[in-house]
């Protein structure tokens, strides 16, 4: 199925069970793909062109080192201008494929076919590719959009439960946003996936990434949980996995949201996040290790004075959540009722 995207949408979008072949570019291309899938990929029917480069590559490898060889790989071919690389993997593979994409050639085309849940729900779309440095995640990159993104949820049969959990929490945040509290709360019982939440989160996410492209102002809605989340994700030396960092971001952005005398949250849905971040609770660093990392938040800036603000993102049961310019200070309550409560419910099961 190709879902319907605003026009002049840059990326194609399909969401599919099996991959299907016609889908792959037409002319020259070739692939990056995750090791992990070349099994699957070829059961499924789909080519294998001649150069393909099969990697691993753990988060710790998502570095500008890690591309370099694709690169010269790409050179000695020689790959063309008018070729297409297929990006075949999660979230790291992706980013880091089309950064190499957006590189080679000062730009050829890409396509992604993510086969995690957090890549089909969220990192495959929205043209943002990007590098760790030393200093920080995401730290180097381009925004360069994949001419498609195919989706194939076959692929995520494989995938560890931890990863699927992972993913679910791009899902929730989507809800989040949206102020969707039944949807949310849907997602946090204890089913199986349905592939109506990816699609509604990717067409979510194409109308917001349209509308702004480089996040001037709409997309930072998509931050929501990631501001705290970030500092819990480095603080926990990236023991905590993106996805479930988001998720305690999310908790702690309703608490906050509450203490800035938003809306209050149905107290079903506070429950259901906590009894489902609960187990993750010896994995959230102290407050005194996240005030510096939030201190150098991307999206930190220079506030009159020497006082810094960050963009924080705020959800609202029945609307869409709001921006707000906060201290980091402002977090360090949120933090620790999100602690309190998930540690109280640790001894409670
Ligand atoms: N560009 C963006 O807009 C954006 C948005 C969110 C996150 N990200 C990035 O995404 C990354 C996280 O992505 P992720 O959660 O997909 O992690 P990942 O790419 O590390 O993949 C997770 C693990 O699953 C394995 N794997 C992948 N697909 C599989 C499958 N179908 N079956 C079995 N194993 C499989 C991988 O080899 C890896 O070990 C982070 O680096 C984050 O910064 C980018």
Known sequence: MRLATP?????EVFLLEAPDRELLPEGAWTLVGDRRLREAWTRAGMPEPEHALWVSVPEEE???RTVIPWLEHWAQIPLHRDATVVALGGGVLSD???LAAALFLRGI???VWPTTLLAMADAALG???AADLAAGKNL???FHAPRRLVACTDLLAGLPERHLQNGLWELVKTALILGEMAWAQEMLQDGPLKVAWVERALAFKAGVVHRDPREAGERRLLNLGHTLGHALEAASGYRLLHGEAVGLGLLASCLLAEEQGLKAYPPGLIEA???RLAPLAPQIAPWADCLPLLARDKKAARASGSSIEIQCILPRPGE???QRALPPEAWESSHARLLALLHQESARV
């Open 109 to 111: 085309a890409w396509q």
């Open 273 to 275: 996040l906590v009894r």
């Open 320 to 322: 869409p959540a709001v």
């Open 7 to 11: 026009s002049g949408f840059a990326t």
């Open 96 to 98: 880091l494929t089309g």
């Open 140 to 142: 180097v990159g381009a």
């Open 127 to 129: 043209g943002k590719t």
């Open 62 to 64: 998502k570095k500008l």
